[in-house]
């Protein structure tokens, strides 16, 4: 095996295939080396490691989960070394829960604009933007849904949470994470998955760069269960793509910024943390093509619940209730008879936050842009508007192919609360509660049946 310098990282070369660079599956257990026999066989901490590297054990789930989630590494320095004293800083738009601001109305149906970039400089920590909160981060629930602008990346200076496992979802522009085993780059149309005590830094590759964050509290996000679907369609595990090893062997100064319990701190170090040579485990990021999402549907009448779209989800303590699902709604043919196609009308135990990726949506085609953002809060009445609803309920039902469209929704259990940066400085649609006004009172009670 040969090495290969890509970016200051030195990587494992690979062989021929569909993505060099990344090995596929969900959760499996990988491994994989940057350097010939840096990865230990048949046992996970031996006497020495090769190449004086250093066994450490990253944990995502307690010992005695089910299925514990942990990845062996064997890295230059330990993790003690890229810690030093904290200083707390300040990050004022990245907003944890619980966070409700008095005299803010969560109660409501709201979209938003897309967030504009604006003219300063910003990396992936000074350009995240809250804008909802939902649940607990002490207790290990709920979730936050952030909105980032990324200009410039981080030079000398690496990230981790150790609140939450991160879901990106690309609007615009592509990023580059340099994690601490592997390097996965990401293009709108695809979300990547970083998992809660992973270090990273982050880097553009063609900005500015926007696109939405779940932050999840909670249980790690899985693959749903398909029930009767069956074994495939829906997100394929094969199409999940995790990082070969890589790492940095560099000296120089350096900051790493931790989000703990909702409050940022930061350390100096002279070198850089990404310094893992080998690991083996099934606790390491991976990127996704949303593309390659395969949705099911109604094939003679009626319209499906839409949690039928949901492409990964994060359990609660409650059977059947998500802490989050990620519903991805793409292009698709519609083909059901007699039937109302768009979304219903619905008031909902969930709270739903949806996004524009691309396109069009099908239950609102004016008004909800690519980067745009929409929230229907829990208990709360909502669904097409006029438009949707006339064009619906009067066309000629042929099979149709919705085309250019790619829209999601983070879904959770919890309420979600605004922030005030959502409340008063995004692009809040003020006139959206209106896109309901002119429907019709069609009700004529001596009509009989249609």
Known sequence: M??????????AATSSGVMPGYMPGFGNDFETEALPGALPQGMNSPQKCNYGLYGEQLSGTAFTHDRPERTWCYRIRPSVKHSNRYLRIGMPHWKTAP?????VTSLGQYRWDPVPHGGAGLTWLTGMRTMTTAGDVNTQIGMAAHVYLVTQSMEDAYFYSADSEILVVPQEGRLRFATELGVIDIAPQ????????????VEVLDGPCRGFVCENYGQTFQLPGRGPIGANCMANPRDFKTP???????????????????????????HSPLDVVAWHGNYAPCKYDLKTYCPVGAVLFDHPDPSI??????????????????VLFRDRWMVAEDTFRPPWYHKNIMSEL?????GQY???????????????NMMLPHGPDRTAFEGASNAQLEPVKLQDTMSFMFETRFPQHLTKFAATEAPLQDDYIDCWADLDKKFDGTAGQK
């Open 2 to 11: 040969t090495k290969q310098r890509e970016h200051g990282l030195t990587t």
């Open 99 to 103: 966070h409700v601001i008095e005299n």
């Open 190 to 201: 695809e979300i990547a998955i970083l998992p809660r005590g992973l270090l990273y830094r």
């Open 244 to 270: 070969v090893a890589a790492f940095e062997d560099r000296d120089e100064p350096s900051t790493v910024t931790i989000k703990w319990c909702g409050q940022f701190h930061e350390t100096q170090i002279d």
């Open 309 to 326: 779209f949901t492409v990964l989800t994060a359990p609660s303590g409650q059977p059947g209730t998500a802490n989050i699902d990620f």
């Open 354 to 358: 949806m996004g524009n990726i691309h």
């Open 362 to 376: 099908d239950a609102k085609p004016k008004g909800f842009m690519p980067g745009g953002l929409s929230l229907h």
